[in-house]
T-cell receptor
Framework: QKEVEQNSGPLSVPEGAIASLNCTYSDRGSQSFFWYRQYSGKSPELIMFIYSNGDKEDGRFTAQLNKASQYVSLLIRDSQPSDSATYLCAVETSGSRLTFGEGTQLTVNP | DARVTQTPRHKVTEMGQEVTMRCQPILGHNTVFWYRQTMMQGLELLAYFRNRAPLDDSGMPKDRFSAEMPDATLATLKIQPSEPRDSAVYFC???????????FGPGTRLTVL
């Protein structure tokens, strides 16, 4: 089992819809969770981080964390074509390091 | 405008040659990471340093890869000898700790023929 798994995608949504990106992790002791966005040919950039169970909202982005289910998700409301990118889930794993998932490619169609 | 810089941005070399990649972290950041990204494996951590000391290099093939921080403004990743399977994008990132936000450089795209 991989330490961090993301829905493989690609995910395609129409402009204005909600995009839902999911991530599960295996280390029950993980405390810190991050979502990075990576445009094609560019480097990853942080969108959000979450440490506590529940929801955390930042503009059109909402991160959701459920430690009991070892599940973290990212919702993008009112999706825009500029949101088209690969989204990487990163989880603190043993040894105090971040382990990245393989990413989910999102396409928002105008 | 604080950002991580990496050189070279692109490198094409032949199998067996030595490759050196350089990274300048953001001033004040005490943690530096080296990652490799491929389509097949995604983003893999190769090594990271805190306060210039290597903390974890378990992701790095020791026989051919080496990583150093000769000073706080420079991190290097060296491959000797290079092999075609090393072809990837190598990212350097810096931050204020291993589980805090990491700021990525633009990457070095390496092609080994």
């Amino acid at each position: 089992q991989k330490e961090v798994e993301q829905n493989s995608g690609p995910l395609s949504v129409p402009e204005g819809a909600i995009a839902s990106l999911n991530c599960t992790y295996s280390d029950r002791g993980s405390q810190s969770f991050f979502w990075y966005r990576q445009y094609s040919g560019k480097s990853p950039e942080l969108i959000m981080f979450i440490y506590s169970n529940g929801d955390k909202e930042d503009g059109r982005f909402t991160a959701q964390l459920n430690k009991a289910s070892q599940y973290v998700s990212l919702l993008i409301r009112d999706s825009q074509p500029s949101d088209s990118a690969t989204y990487l889930c990163a989880v603190e794993t043993s040894g105090s390091r971040l382990t990245f998932g393989e990413g989910t490619q999102l396409t928002v169609n105008p | 405008d604080a950002r991580v810089t990496q050189t070279p941005r692109h490198k094409v070399t032949e199998m067996g040659q030595e490759v050196t990649m350089r990274c300048q972290p953001i001033l004040g950041h005490n943690t530096v990471f080296w990652y490799r990204q491929t389509m097949m494996q995604g983003l893999e951590l190769l090594a990271y340093f805190r306060n210039r000391a290597p903390l974890d290099d378990s992701g790095m093939p020791k026989d051919r890869f080496s990583a150093e921080m000769p000073d706080a403004t420079l991190a290097t990743l060296k491959i000797q000898p290079s092999e075609p399977r090393d072809s990837a994008v190598y990212f350097c990132a810096s931050g204020l700790g291993p589980i805090n936000e990491q700021f990525f450089g633009p990457g070095t795209r390496l092609t080994v023929l």
